[in-house]
């Protein structure tokens, strides 16, 4: 495993502090990552901004050799298309920002009550579409792409928004010049089309393919088939595609290992070569952290 994984970078991790169940923290997932060699790890939370555990998690544990970093993710609990909590965030640090997870109306259309990254919260979500019906996208939305035009540090997450948003998402932020935009699980949820993906592509945004959405890697009521996966690979060079593990719910275990079993599984089902993975593990990742 070890060799494997030395040097990786994993854009999509769910540690706590959290209001949703974790199965491991900032510094245990810090400590996890620097026993197996990772280069660098980016956590993600639903309901908070993570620049600040991670940051600690570095300072204190990182031990010199492994980088974590934080962002913000749009919600209700961040004031949605909140700009002053955008500038907040990335005036601490924030690596990426991202659209709507558990707000979005595909979100809660998809999963039909509780998920397994939900948190306890008592107050309901108001389901958000930030696609209007004449094409148009919410011009509180498009006041944070502008500004993050301005942040080319900052990659632009997509979140757990419908195909279409995610299409109209992409079409302005590649428009305003953002670079580094990364496409969150497009098989899963947001039911992307190959056709659409590849376009995204052409566009410059990133396809993720997460760990924690495979069958037979993850516990997921409704999981994705690897030959999925498979078709992705046909459809988006691999200069578009990211690996990352999308773990840290209770029920799925160690995120190290969760990671591992699916990158075995791309090199031993999928056929997919070492270079392809070093290129979607390494490579594609550090440069939309601004690494190298």
Not at 111 to 139: I, M, Q, W
Not at 209 to 233: C, E, R, W, Y
């Amino acid at each position: 495993m070890e060799n494997l994984l030395n040097g990786i970078i994993d854009l999509h991790i769910h540690a706590g502090p959290s209001v949703a169940k974790r199965s491991v923290d900032a510094i245990e997932m810090m400590r996890e990552a620097v026993d197996a060699g990772y280069r660098a790890a980016v956590i993600k939370d639903h309901y908070f901004p993570t620049m600040m555990s991670a940051e600690m998690a570095q300072t204190h544990f990182g031990q010199g050799r492994t980088e974590m970093f934080g962002g913000l993710v749009l919600n209700h609990s961040a004031g949605l298309f909140n700009l002053n909590a955008v500038d907040a965030a990335c005036a601490m640090g924030a690596k990426y920002v991202c659209m709507p997870t558990v707000s979005s109306k595909c979100h809660i259309d998809g999963h039909k009550g509780a998920f397994l990254g939900s948190g306890n919260t008592s107050v309901a979500e108001t389901p958000v579409c930030y696609l209007r019906e004449d094409g148009t996208l919410d011009p509180a939305l498009v006041k944070v792409l502008e500004y993050l035009a301005q942040r080319p540090e900052v990659i632009l997450y997509t979140g757990h928004g419908s195909a279409a948003e995610v299409d109209a998402l992409i079409r302005k932020a590649a428009e305003l010049g953002i670079q580094r935009i990364l496409v969150n699980h497009p098989h899963f949820l947001v039911h992307a089309s190959y056709e659409q993906m590849a376009s995204w592509a052409k566009l410059g945004a990133y396809m993720e393919l997460n760990a924690g959405v495979v069958k037979g890697i993850a516990t997921l009521s409704d999981p994705v088939d690897l030959s999925v996966v498979g078709k992705i690979l046909e459809a988006v060079p691999e200069n578009r595609l990211v690996v990352d593990s999308d773990f840290g719910q209770k029920v799925n275990g160690s995120l190290v290992n969760g990671l591992y079993r699916f990158i075995r599984a791309l090199t031993d089902d999928l056929h997919v070569s070492e270079a392809q993975i070093e290129t979607m593990t390494r490579k594609n990742p550090a440069w939309l952290l601004s690494l190298d």
